[in-house]
C-alpha cells in the first residue's frame, strides 16, 4: 500500500504513485509547470470550479453552448490552486458560469483534500481555500439564499469581503420575464444583513437596461433600486438581442436609443454613488497588491472590472499598505506607507 486517499481523489492517488514510480518522460507535457500556463500575471490567478449552467436566463446562450452544470472535484480545484499558491500566485479569482451552484450537479458528494473528506460545496470550498493564506475573491455568484453562509468567512477574513454578484433588474415583471429570482424588497433585506454581518463587504453587480417590454416605470423601479442598495461596484449593459436567446421572442422590444439612454441615465445615478462611497475611503489606509509599479487593487477591486489605487513607488506582486488621500468616480490615490 503506498498511501490512504479518499474515493475520488485521482490527484491524491497519482502523487503516491508517482512518488516510487515517476512518470515516463513526456515531451508535450513535462515542459508545462504544475500550476498550468496561466495568462494573467504571476500573482493572480483564476480557478475554475465548475462549467455550464443550470438556470435558463431568457437573454442568455450560454447553457445551450455549454450545457448544464458540471462541477470539478472538489480535491482537483484545490489540488490546482495549491499548485497556483506553490507558484507564487497571491490572489485566487472564482470563475464559473455559476459559482453559487458548485456541487449542485454532483449532490454535493464528498471529495477528498489533503487526505480528509470535504463535502463539494460554495462553502467548504471557500473554507478551504480560505486556509491558503491568499487572497481569494467570488466572481458570478448566483443570488441564491445559501449564499449567505459565505459571509460570515467573509467576516472572518478567511475569503475577502467581495461578492461579484449579477442582479440584472429590480422589477418584478422584468426578473420574471428574465426567468430570474423576482423579489427586490428581499434583495434589499439580504443586502442589509450581509452588510450588518460584514461591514467592509463590496457588493459588485450587472444590470440590464431597455429588456424587451421593460416599462419607464419599471426602469424607474431599477433606478430606485439602485439609489436604495448603494452598490460598491456596477456595470450595466443596454440589452442587446444575442441570436439564440429566448428574450428576442418577448413582445415590445424597446428602441435602440431609448436602451441606450437608459444606460446612460442608470451609469449616471450610479458615478454618483461611486464617487460618494470612494470619497468615504478617503484617510483610510487600504492593503494593496501591487499589480505595476505605481498601481495597485485593494480588497474592493477585481482586477480588469474594478477600479485601481494609484501610489508612487511599489513592487509588483507584493501587498502593500497605502494611506488614500485623494479619490475620483473610480479610483483612490494614496501613499504607500513605507514612504510615508
Ligand atoms: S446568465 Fe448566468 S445564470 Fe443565467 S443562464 Fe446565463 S450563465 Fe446561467
Same mark, same amino acid.
Given at each position: 500500500m503506498l498511501a490512504i486517499t479518499g474515493p475520488h481523489d485521482t490527484p491524491g492517488v497519482m502523487k503516491a504513485v508517482h512518488a516510487h514510480l515517476p512518470k515516463p518522460h513526456d515531451p508535450?507535457?513535462?515542459?508545462?509547470?504544475?500550476?498550468?500556463?496561466?495568462?494573467?500575471?504571476?500573482?493572480?490567478?483564476?480557478?475554475?470550479?465548475?462549467?455550464?449552467?443550470?438556470?435558463?436566463?431568457?437573454?442568455?446562450?450560454?447553457?445551450?453552448?455549454?450545457?448544464d452544470l458540471v462541477s470539478r472535484p472538489i480535491g482537483e480545484v484545490m489540488h490546482e490552486a495549491e499548485n497556483l499558491v506553490k507558484a507564487g500566485v497571491k490572489e485566487l479569482l472564482v470563475i464559473s458560469q455559476d459559482t453559487s451552484a458548485y456541487g449542485v450537479d454532483v449532490k454535493y458528494r464528498t471529495g477528498f483534500h489533503g487526505g480528509k473528506p470535504v463535502k463539494t460545496n460554495l462553502q467548504k470550498l471557500c473554507e478551504i481555500l480560505g486556509e491558503l493564506g491568499v487572497w481569494v475573491r467570488l466572481h458570478y455568484v448566483y443570488p441564491y439564499p445559501h449564499v449567505d453562509q459565505v459571509i460570515p468567512l467573509m467576516a472572518e477574513g478567511k475569503i475577502l469581503p467581495y461578492l461579484d454578484i449579477p442582479f440584472q433588474h429590480a422589477s418584478p415583471r422584468i426578473l420574471k420575464l428574465m426567468k430570474?429570482?423576482?423579489?427586490?424588497?428581499?434583495v434589499l433585506a439580504r443586502i442589509r444583513e450581509w452588510r450588518k454581518a460584514c461591514p467592509d463587504l463590496t457588493i459588485r453587480s450587472t444590470f440590464i437596461a431597455g429588456f424587451p417590454g421593460e416599462t419607464e416605470a419599471e426602469f424607474e423601479e431599477l433606478l430606485a433600486f439602485l439609489k436604495e442598495a448603494q452598490l460598491d461596484r456596477v456595470g450595466c449593459f443596454a440589452y442587446s438581442p444575442v441570436d439564440g436567446a429566448k428574450a428576442n421572442e418577448l413582445p415590445d422590444p424597446v428602441p435602440d436609443k431609448v436602451r441606450e439612454e437608459r444606460k446612460m441615465r442608470f451609469m449616471e445615478v450610479q458615478a454618483g454613488i461611486s464617487?460618494?462611497?470612494?470619497?468615504?475611503?478617503?484617510g483610510t489606509v487600504q492593503k494593496v497588491i501591487v499589480d505595476a509599479p505605481g498601481v495597485g487593487r485593494s480588497?474592493?477591486?477585481?482586477?480588469?472590472?474594478?477600479?485601481?489605487?494609484?501610489?508612487?513607488?511599489?513592487?509588483?506582486?507584493? #501587498?502593500? +499598505?497605502?494611506?488614500?488621500? !485623494?479619490?475620483?468616480?473610480?479610483?483612490? #490615490?494614496? +501613499?504607500?506607507?513605507?514612504? !510615508?
Amino acid at each position: 500500500m503506498l498511501a490512504i486517499t479518499g474515493p475520488h481523489d485521482t490527484p491524491g492517488v497519482m502523487k503516491a504513485v508517482h512518488a516510487h514510480l515517476p512518470k515516463p518522460h513526456d515531451p508535450f507535457t513535462d515542459l508545462v509547470p504544475p500550476q498550468g500556463i496561466k495568462l494573467t500575471p504571476n500573482h493572480y490567478a483564476y480557478l475554475k470550479i465548475s462549467e455550464g449552467c443550470n438556470h435558463r436566463c431568457t437573454f442568455c446562450i450560454i447553457p445551450s453552448m455549454r450545457g448544464d452544470l458540471v462541477s470539478r472535484p472538489i480535491g482537483e480545484v484545490m489540488h490546482e490552486a495549491e499548485n497556483l499558491v506553490k507558484a507564487g500566485v497571491k490572489e485566487l479569482l472564482v470563475i464559473s458560469q455559476d459559482t453559487s451552484a458548485y456541487g449542485v450537479d454532483v449532490k454535493y458528494r464528498t471529495g477528498f483534500h489533503g487526505g480528509k473528506p470535504v463535502k463539494t460545496n460554495l462553502q467548504k470550498l471557500c473554507e478551504i481555500l480560505g486556509e491558503l493564506g491568499v487572497w481569494v475573491r467570488l466572481h458570478y455568484v448566483y443570488p441564491y439564499p445559501h449564499v449567505d453562509q459565505v459571509i460570515p468567512l467573509m467576516a472572518e477574513g478567511k475569503i475577502l469581503p467581495y461578492l461579484d454578484i449579477p442582479f440584472q433588474h429590480a422589477s418584478p415583471r422584468i426578473l420574471k420575464l428574465m426567468k430570474r429570482p423576482a423579489a427586490a424588497e428581499k434583495v434589499l433585506a439580504r443586502i442589509r444583513e450581509w452588510r450588518k454581518a460584514c461591514p467592509d463587504l463590496t457588493i459588485r453587480s450587472t444590470f440590464i437596461a431597455g429588456f424587451p417590454g421593460e416599462t419607464e416605470a419599471e426602469f424607474e423601479e431599477l433606478l430606485a433600486f439602485l439609489k436604495e442598495a448603494q452598490l460598491d461596484r456596477v456595470g450595466c449593459f443596454a440589452y442587446s438581442p444575442v441570436d439564440g436567446a429566448k428574450a428576442n421572442e418577448l413582445p415590445d422590444p424597446v428602441p435602440d436609443k431609448v436602451r441606450e439612454e437608459r444606460k446612460m441615465r442608470f451609469m449616471e445615478v450610479q458615478a454618483g454613488i461611486s464617487k460618494a462611497k470612494l470619497k468615504a475611503k478617503v484617510g483610510t489606509v487600504q492593503k494593496v497588491i501591487v499589480d505595476a509599479p505605481g498601481v495597485g487593487r485593494s480588497m474592493a477591486d477585481a482586477p480588469e472590472i474594478d477600479g485601481i489605487v494609484k501610489f508612487k513607488g511599489g513592487k509588483t506582486g507584493t #501587498f502593500e +499598505t497605502v494611506k488614500i488621500e !485623494r479619490s475620483d468616480a473610480h479610483d483612490l #490615490f494614496g +501613499t504607500l506607507n513605507s514612504l !510615508r
